[in-house]
């Protein structure tokens, strides 16, 4: 007997729920739909979009079903369906601060804005915003201010990637909660303090490079603190139940927040490592002492009190850059004279780091190498004293914040490509004894108050493995600025003069192309390379001009132009032993700027070595003197 002959009223139950059920379907998704649509709404309102990406694709007059999953960088649950499950919006050139509107996409598990022009702080409250996300990149942006800690409520993150801003103060220690992550990177910022115990994730120290004071696994231990492990009782309570290790990490989180506020408050510049150095006097360590000594006569020993006082106790407020070995400070000393300070970052070969800077740049003297006057030695902390560049590096001209602001001509562009060309082929060819710098970039070329170039950061010499021998070789994996490696670098871990000739020539393709070395703003969507790749990729057709900037074309200086560009490809070839040497770079240089006259008194002598590839005779790279 049918259901329907035997009881027609639980029938009518059935399809009544059915029903309801349906239209609570329906609802849910008409409000997922409402939900997401101001969601996207809010983010293409919020953020800046000059090279209309959004304006272009993002059309909200479509009342289609799933209308928004076409949008370009974003990615839905199901086609028919409005709900974000990934937003996707890498180097787009995005220009604001985070998006607050994105808590209105609940569904969301990815979500990517890196390598855009975003800036400000994160909100405090950000979990509430992202809290199912499982990737999270914001590399590559102008993000400043402190890392949430709530951020470690976001349980499902597997990828975290913050590198690349100016993010201070201290790493969450709640971050040791996160135990799915698989991915974690702050390179590149301005943080301080010990780094999280994460659990069962063994992190990469190159995770944690080119910040100020970072301690702990996987870098050096922290002076004086011992690790614990309540990151562990706390993870050992989840096995009690959810509801207890709700209660637990709330108690937690909320007694750590207070901790850590605290001592901000006490500290609110995050220099303490500065007041715990105060009156130290001397130099301690044998090492130092019989190397320093030979450098007394033309680099002066200063005293660290008058350090602390000409850059406020090395507040984070006085720090003008900070590059691959240790941040600069801007000095004012009693006579209103300004100076740098760069503290060396503090690490196993620190020693060898001071003096290697010390060799070069106490030893020899150049108009186009920053001129080093002073050192100071105290406990564990080394400080060298430069004169003052008024006009900052290279890099920060060639990629400000706002792009608008970029005020370089062409000869001026011209100008320091000849005297940058310069310094480097005089270490190269004509200094005794002769240096490799294997660390060039434009972070490391300061100007002067002229824009006069000045060749900085000779600390690489931690790096070398000291044998006998006319090369260098690199250990631990480090081998300069990523983007201006040379790439036999990687394949036989020796440095030569044609890996400096590589680096440069990507300096040379920045000042022409107005384009990071890492990122290519101009470059079609579907292109991730480098600077260098996309110049290689235009280069096999007739395209290799729309790589110049375009500020620069039309302006009677496009034979110029073109010239450069050539030498810098031929810089940045693949075969070593094709690039010329850098005796060769700055004549053609120079050529291409006669009419300029910014080399009426040259110090470049022609070497007799000027087609060699290696150095004969003796040779110091980077410090290291055979």
């Known amino acids: 007997m049918a259901l329907s002959e035997k009881n027609p009223v639980a029938v009518a139950h059935i399809l009544i729920w059915m029903v309801l059920v349906l239209l609570s379907n329906r609802i849910s998704v008409s409000n997922a739909t409402a939900t997401d649509i101001a969601c996207l709404k809010s983010i293409k309102d ?11 694709t993002w059309d909200f007059n479509n ?5 928004i999953c076409s949008f370009l960088g974003v990615e839905c649950w199901h086609p028919d369906e409005n709900r974000v499950l990934n937003i996707r919006l890498s180097d787009m050139g995005l220009k604001g601060q985070f998006p607050l509107g994105i808590q209105n996409c609940t569904s969301l598990t990815g979500l990517d804005l890196s390598h855009n022009k975003l800036y400000g702080s994160f909100p405090a409250n950000m979990s509430k915003f992202i809290p199912y996300v499982t990737n999270l990149d914001l590399s590559f942006n102008n993000f400043s201010g402190e890392i949430p800690s709530n951020l470690a409520n976001c349980s499902f993150l597997n990828d975290l990637k913050l590198d690349n801003n100016r993010l201070t103060g201290k790493i969450p220690l709640e971050f040791g909660l996160l135990d799915r992550i698989k991915t974690f990177t702050v390179t590149n910022n301005l943080l301080t303090g010990p780094i999280p115990a994460f659990k069962d994730f063994k ?9 100020l004071d970072l301690c702990g696994r996987p870098l050096s231990a922290c002076p004086g603190v011992k690790r614990k492990s309540n990151v562990g009782v706390v993870a050992a309570a989840a096995a009690g139940g959810i509801t207890f290790t709700s209660i637990i990490v709330g108690i937690f989180l909320y007694y750590l927040s207070r901790g850590v506020a605290k001592k901000k408050a006490e500290d609110p510049e995050g220099n303490r490592w500065a007041k715990s150095i105060k009156g130290t006097k001397g130099i301690k360590a044998s090492y130092l002492t019989h190397h320093v000594s030979m450098f007394e006569k033309s680099v002066s020993k200063m005293r660290l009190s008058d350090l602390m006082e000409a850059t406020n106790d090395f507040s984070n407020n006085n720090i003008i850059g900070a590059g691959r070995t240790g941040p600069m400070y801007k000095a004012v000393i009693s006579d209103g004279c300004f100076l740098m300070v760069k503290r060396l970052q503090d690490s196993q070969r620190l020693e060898k780091e001071f003096v290697s800077e010390m060799k070069t740049l106490g030893n020899v003297k150049h108009r186009n190498l920053v001129p080093l006057l002073g050192y100071c030695v105290a406990k564990r902390e080394r400080f060298l004293v430069y004169k003052f560049m008024e006009n900052g590096t290279l890099y920060d001209k060639m990629h400000p914040v706002e792009p608008e602001i970029r005020n370089m001509d062409w000869s001026l562009r011209l100008k320091i490509a000849i005297g940058t060309a310069r310094g480097l082929a005089w270490l190269h060819h004509n200094c005794n004894p002769r240096i490799i710098h294997r660390n060039i970039s434009s972070k490391c070329i300061l100007l002067d108050n002229d824009f006069e170039p000045k060749l900085s950061d000779f600390g690489l010499a931690r790096l070398m493995n000291p044998v006998d021998t006319h090369l260098s070789t690199f250990v631990n994996g480090e081998f300069g600025d990523l983007g201006y490696v040379a790439p036999e670098y990687l394949r036989t871990l020796v440095a030569t003069p044609k890996g400096d000739v590589y680096s440069f020539g990507v ?21 991730k390379g480098s600077l260098v790749e996309w110049i290689r990729q235009l280069s096999d057709g007739p395209l290799l001009r729309t790589s110049i900037d375009k500020t620069l074309l039309g302006n009677g200086f496009d034979d110029e132009l073109n010239q450069f560009l050539k030498v810098a490809c031929n810089c940045v070839v693949e075969n070593a032993k094709e690039r010329p040497t850098m005796f060769e770079v700055h004549q053609l240089l120079r050529t291409i700027g006669e009419r300029y006259y910014f080399t009426t008194e040259d110090d470049l002598m022609l070497p007799t070595d000027a087609g060699d590839t290696d150095f004969p005779d003796e040779l110091i790279v980077a410090g290291v003197t055979k």
């Open 203 to 211: 992190i990469s120290p190159a995770s944690f490079a080119n910040n």
């Open 46 to 56: 919020s953020l800046a979009d000059p090279d209309n990406y959004l304006n272009t």
């Open 63 to 67: 009342n289609t079903e799933g209308f």
């Open 507 to 527: 300096v040379l393709l920045e000042l022409i192309t107005g384009e990071k070395p890492t990122h290519v703003a101009n470059a079609p969507e579907s292109f």
